[in-house]
């Protein structure tokens, strides 16, 4: 195995990209910004039956200054996007964004004067989870494919 | 149900000008009142010993344009009285020209709320009310979102939209 051979058994050769992206996906701090119904099965997966723990992201953290993953689970209303772009903005680089729901993605079925049509409009957003509500399961493959993403990113991009 | 009648029968003796109508239904009394007498009827209901309504439950206002094209709003008050447990609706009618009625949040402070909803849902004006503002709908919102002529999908515009995207700085 080349160059580490050399070294005996206490030590591994790897790549900054790897060790970084490795610790990053697997210790997402989630910001919980649940707004609506969805927000019930966002808690649902963090609880033992679905267990959002075994991805490492089960440490949801009332601070935005604490996390770097936004879960918007739930209907974003105007009145709520001045303080949904403010929390975001409160959140340290890196930081991934989850659109959990119709809602949060598109508007869902409240296509009114109140209602932001997609928390796009307010805030970039790395992956739509469609449902209303979205089962826990598909939260999970949320949080899956927002691991998949970090894991293509490297430490010099940002 | 008696006792309810009988305070309808009493508000009349009172102010037989204010009360334009009375209707029972399912044992709750409902009383439409002329809108000038709403601050002297409340006051009365509120601190009459034997009606004694110290609750105001709810106050929400009524598009009544495409429901019998009256062109009228009208506010609905739901009162309380937590010693009697009874219950009484006022109706008060007013025009869609000039929606503006007399506030009683002097008789219950928690009209305070209720009449901002009322105001920034329907535009009505309560003459008095301490700090009258929008309380739903962001700063800057235009229109009143209840109106039987706001548009179904109605939208704000776009340049308002921007500003609460923004936040305050
Ligand atoms: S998508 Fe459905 S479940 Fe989720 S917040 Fe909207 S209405 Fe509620």
Known sequence: MGIETLFGDCILTTTLDKVVNWSRKNALWPMPFGLACCAIEMMAAVAPRYDLARFGAEVFRFSPRQSDLMIVAGTVTYKMAAVTKKIYDQMPEP????????CASSGGIFD????VQGVDEIIPVDVFLPGCPPRPEALIHAVMEIQKK????????? | MAEMSAIGKKLKETFPDAVTGMKTFRGELTVSINKDYIGKVAEFLCNDDESDFGYLSDLCGVDKSRLDNS???????HLYSLRHNHRVRLKVEIPASNPSIKTVTNVWKTADWHEREAYDMFGIIFEGHPNLERILTPEGFEGYPLRKDYPLKGRQPASLREVYRKGEE
């Open chain 1, 95 to 102: 930081k991934w964004v989850i659109a959990m729901g119709a």
């Open chain 1, 112 to 115: 009114t004067y109140a209602t």
């Open chain 1, 150 to 158: 970090i894991d293509k990113e490297s430490v010099l991009d940002e």
């Open chain 2, 71 to 77: 062109n009228a709003f009208e506010v609905v008050y």
